[in-house]
């Protein structure tokens, strides 16, 4: 595997209105620093890594500025403004990126305890598979409901939960957003693997960990703090 082949996208445009908090979650504090730096600090420190974009709300864009001046290999990061859903915030940080890196791993600054073990499958993977997300199998029994009534049940078995990182080369996915600009989707797409899935790209699976969930509720603070 080429050491150095792989850059970061870190959506951070959200503003975790789910927390009850006046700041985005992702700004709140967690086991001593904000939560974004968990995971951004992590990749920073990986020469697997040559580059990061973090795409930030625009009217935080100061607040990180000023909070990333002493951050550890400055020379790796740049911010963007993200857009007004997840995926076009990951649609600017993936267009902005300019190292030689042929693949992008998107994650989730609200997960903060990405392991390295998942990191670097994730790029194992990439190089001899292909695209990839990170995932949880189902564990509970899976029931499929309309207006408060079940309809069926589900092969528990076949479902998995999706995490991050996502993974795919660069080019493909820029290829990709360039399409979507002339054909619009349909849907809103929640992840990156389900704009490569509605264009017909393989996506693999990486085992998640349950240390990789994400943060949207103050419960889920409690939990990991």
């Not at 305890?113 to 990191?119: G, K």
Request: glycine residues 6%; charged residues 25%; neutral net charge.
């Amino acid at each position: 595997m080429d050491k150095k082949n792989f850059a970061v996208v870190l959506p951070a445009g959200g503003l975790g209105k789910r927390m009850g908090s006046n700041i985005p979650k992702q700004l709140m504090e967690l086991k001593g620093k904000r939560v974004y730096l968990h995971s951004l600090e992590k990749f920073l420190s990986l020469d697997e890594i040559v580059e990061v974009v973090l795409a930030v709300p625009a009217e935080w864009k100061t607040a990180f500025e000023e909070d990333l001046s002493k951050i550890p290999h400055p020379e790796k990061l740049k911010i963007v403004i993200g857009g007004s859903e997840r995926w076009e915030s990951v649609k600017n940080g993936v267009n902005a990126l300019t190292s030689d890196a042929q693949y992008v791993l998107v994650h989730d600054v609200a997960r903060p305890f990405l392991s390295e073990r998942i990191i670097k499958d994730v790029c194992s993977t990439l190089v001899n598979q292909g695209a990839c997300l990170v995932a949880k199998p189902a564990v509970d029994t899976i029931k499929v409901a309309r207006d408060g009534k079940v309809e069926k049940t589900i092969d528990r078995n076949t479902v998995w939960l999706a995490q991050t990182p996502q993974a795919a080369n660069i080019q493909v996915l820029k290829e990709l957003y360039s399409r979507m600009e002339k054909e619009p989707l349909h849907f809103t797409p929640t992840d990156e693997a389900s704009i490569l899935e509605y264009f017909g790209i393989p996506v693999y699976i990486v085992k998640g960990e349950a240390a990789n969930d994400k943060l949207t509720s103050p419960e889920d603070f409690a939990r990991f703090s």
